[in-house]
């Protein structure tokens, strides 16, 4: 994903939250339409159901009051032999729903001869005939349409059963106890029945077909099929044995719902197809039946799914079509954006005389392109003038170098200096903090006896410093003559430098005359640190000061002269302010108290090798820290020719 | 028709090959040697006979040279009238009738006690408030005829129960309607109808006779004395065909239900195959003893004919018992094996 192009996060992102909100308003919308249907057909099934029962329901009615009525009748006076015979003739010939009627005793009651009398009128073939269905082989005593009514002391409808004489036809039989009062006691006298055929109920319920598959069945209070589309289930299978049949314990349990009378509306398993249904379920308050009616799910949501299946298509081709659409959106931005990336490549590996590719849109990408080509040219020019500047500079620094060679190549380069003379050792070091130094030192014979010796510090630094000092070195060299003194020589130097100094620089300068044959130094010092002597016997001591100010300050200062007297193995030795001033990281000053150790310490050694182990001694105490200030050191050492 | 004349053909060898495995296989089975023999059970083709139809159906009498007719049982045909007026060869009767006529002076002989256990019971629905013995006292029963009353009366007068007995028919409606608290019923048959009208087991209290001491093993083969002492090995060879039908019918119930539906639709005989299947599978547990081993199969143990003679003669039905010898014939002893 992470290194996926731009098109593909944008189709990915944009499709994935597409098709994610098609799907929730799909399912919310599949989900309610659903709903809402379910509940129609749920109120359609429950009207249909109970107009259904109410319709068998208004015929069985009727048809108990029949015998309901006789009942009462019988309750009053025991009718006997013809009379009871009418009366049960004009029941059946009178109620075309009631197939036959009997009047059955209890034993010994109708006659005292007889255990058994039941008088039985019923419908054949147009006719009514006559029956006693008292008979030895018939115990109508122990019929369930005798006995049933009988034991519960309540009318009762039988089991339907198949008439066995009446072709085949389903019946049920409505059975009605009387009573009679015998010595105050109220006992059974016998039953009254009407047998109904149940065949009309057949047809009313065979009529209900829902879609194509949809159908209704009646039960019985057993649970025994009385109707149903499948005719081997009827009056032989129970909606139990079907449930044990098919191990379907939610249809055993809808089952006994019905047989106990209740009404619902449930998922349901066609016995039929096998598809799933909803079933509508509700007694007939009559005859304990319970009616069933099959509504097939998938035939009624069949127009609920086609508009589905519309939807989704729909939805695929809005899909495809935001497809294209993002795929056209995300190439017009990738295309001039890789376009600028390649460019942009271009220009990384330095070649700014690409060219921008064009873009003609105004939009972010056009103003990027823009942009980049703005900073094309600017880069160019920076690059151009970079290239100019540092050519210059380059230039500078070359003509630096060599002011510093030059520099260096005005001060003595050669120790020791007069290796003929042993009277006295000279070493000198300068290490300029910059490539042009404003330190300077020289020494030179005056006479064959008389070295004149200076050392000097221009204030600044670089190459104005470095002119200056030069000027001052020129300057001194020709100024100073025989027997001329150190204050003779500084007033007129001082003069020389001051007269025409517009830059205002000045210089520190030590100068010294020595006198190789005795020892004596006559000196003068302009503003300079002063020199250290050391002492053969290896003190130190400070040179006196000579009072004098820095020269290039005041064009008619007087500087004044002192002397001083090296014996044999005394030294001087002169330095410019870099050598005391040296810091370190910590911003300490190398110091005079630093210096003097270090002079005593390495007060034997040969001059050279002092001027080494002063120098070794800065660097170790600056460390890293970079020099800020050119270092100079000079020591002359007397050793008196004998 | 190139394709007739091959079709032909084929028929052709078909026909003669069934007619040279007819010649060959008639002599083995000895075509000639065959006995006819007639068998009445008591009731219906139900699979509570299963185990005698698919001996008939899988040639398992053929085998042991019995040329087998089953006369269809029903109200119609009391066993124990076809058998003593030589209308059937065998019959199947239950114990405590077998012992009833042989004390009564019929000439009969028990050769195998195929049911070991009782499948009569009382149902009693626990709404009534039925759940022990003691709680049916008062109440009203519904009984079945003579010979099924003999285990109820037993048990009452055992528990010590008054009750009120009112005849029981064929159908359950009665018991499911309220009629009487406490209804007969076979295991295998009844029991099963009125689970299949929406009662639920754990809504019944049962009480099964054998549990209660009352051990009244139902079906067995009987024979005229006659015939058996004129063929006692046809005797011998139509038990242990039985047998060996009852064990063919426990070992492939598909097969004996396929049998037994059949059967029944032929004789326009409603029922379920569910139904069925109940009652083959209450068949195994009723014929197969409790050790499960097969050898005692059809044996008449000695304690459950003295129990049942004892209980009828207890009842008066009886006069004396007849002696265990004179009235079963080992056919099939456990050594033998």
Redo the contacts between chains.
Sequence with gaps: MKNRGLAFKLILLILSSVTLIFLLIFGYSYMYSRKIIIKNIEKNAMNLARATVNQIDVVLSSVEKVPENMACVLDQSLCTGEELNNLLKHIVQNNKEIYGSAVAFEPWIYDGEKERYAPYFYKSSGKIRYSNLGTASYKYFFQDWYQIPKELNRPVWTEPYFDEGGGNIIMSTYSVPFYRTVEGKKGITGIITADVSLSWLQEIVASIKIAKTGYGFLISQNGTFVTHPQKKFVMNETIFSQAEARGDEELRRIGREMIRGKSGFVPFRSLLTGKLCWMVYAPLSSSKLSLGVLFPQDELMADVVRLNKIVIILGVLGFIFLFVVIVFIARSITRPLSALAGATEDIATGNLDVSIPEIRTRDEVGQLAHSFDYMKQSLKQYIADLTETTAAKERIESELQIAHDIQMGILPKIFPPFPEMPEFDLYATIEPAREVGGDLFDFFFLDDDHLCFNVGDVSGKGVPASLFMAVTKTLIKTRATKDMAPEVILNQVNQDLSTDNPSLLFVTLFLGIFNIKDGTIEYCNGGHNPPYIIRASGEIEAVETTDGLALGVMEDFSFQSKRVVLNKGDAIFIYSDGVTEAMNSRHELFSEERLEGELKRLKGLQVGDILAGVTEKIREFSQDEPQTDDITMMIIRYNRNE | MLHAKIKKYCRFIISVAFFVITICVAPVEGGDTLKKVSFIPQWVPQAQFAGYYIGLEKGIYRKYGIDLTIITGGQDSPPSDLLMDGGADFASLWLSTGIQMRAGGAKIFNIAQIMQRSALMLVAKKASGIEKPSDMNGK?VGLWGPVFQLQPRAFFRKYNLTMQI????F?V??F?????DVASAMWYNEYHTI????I?PDELTTFFFHEHGLNFPEDGIYVLEETYRKDPALCGAFVLASIEGWQYAFDHPDEALAVTMRNLKKEHI??????QKWMLERMKDLILPENGEDTDMGGLQIEDYSRVARGLRGMELIDSVPSFTSFYKVIRDKDEK
């Design positions: 009203k009112i005849p029981q028919s159908s409606n009665l499911l309607r309220d009629g009487v689970m299949n009208c929406g639920n409603p029922t379920t195959l569910v139904h």
